[in-house]
């Protein structure tokens, strides 16, 4: 199971990367440039994603930290993982938590400076799942503030979800801003 939540977050890497790839001929003012009409610029849709992933990396260490008695992910974190995927997949915009929204968003930054965060959260990841503890893979460790309690597969379904949802959202914005 290790080795499935590890080909996950490698999978989920690949999907940053090519984005960054994707945007790499954009000027910095275009990618801070918010949308006619409002919303988030694709730097702020991007520090949203990287804000999340080293918020949800906390959550797990911190509960990780004090040795909880951890229930098994079984069906219902199953269930709870595909109704969070269906959430994300409606075309409906929703206002994000405010720990993750507007009041914690830059109103510039460098597309360097936005890869470095992003990137070291994702090192800190990679590290933290390759020295993680086989007794902790099968449980529902994971909290996410909607869906509740999830396994860990659940919440790369999460992030990934989440990444391609705001993935349509930072296209859109360039078109607009172009």
Request: charged fraction near 25%; proline fraction near 6%.
């Amino acid at each position: 199971m290790q080795t499935k939540l590890l080909a996950k977050n490698a999978a989920y890497q690949r999907q940053v990367e090519a984005l960054f790839h994707e945007i790499s001929s954009c000027s910095d003012a275009a990618l801070n440039r918010r949308p006619p009409g409002g919303g988030w610029s694709v730097i702020q849709v991007m520090h949203h994603l990287i804000i999340s992933e080293e918020q949800s990396l906390r959550y797990v260490q911190k509960k990780l930290s004090f040795n909880p008695k951890l229930n098994d992910a079984g069906p219902m974190e199953w269930l709870r993982a595909r109704t969070l995927w269906f959430y994300l997949n409606v075309p409906i915009k929703f206002k994000a938590p405010p720990m993750v929204g507007d009041e914690n968003l830059p109103e510039f930054v460098s597309l360097d400076e936005t890869r470095t965060r992003w990137l070291n959260i994702r090192k800190e990841w990679a590290d933290y799942l390759e020295k993680m503890p086989a007794e902790v893979v099968g449980k529902a460790v994971y909290r996410h503030p909607i869906a509740g309690r999830l396994g860990w597969p659940g919440m790369f379904t999460f992030f990934t979800t989440h990444f391609n949802r705001h993935l349509k959202q930072i296209r859109r914005t360039l078109r607009q801003t172009a």
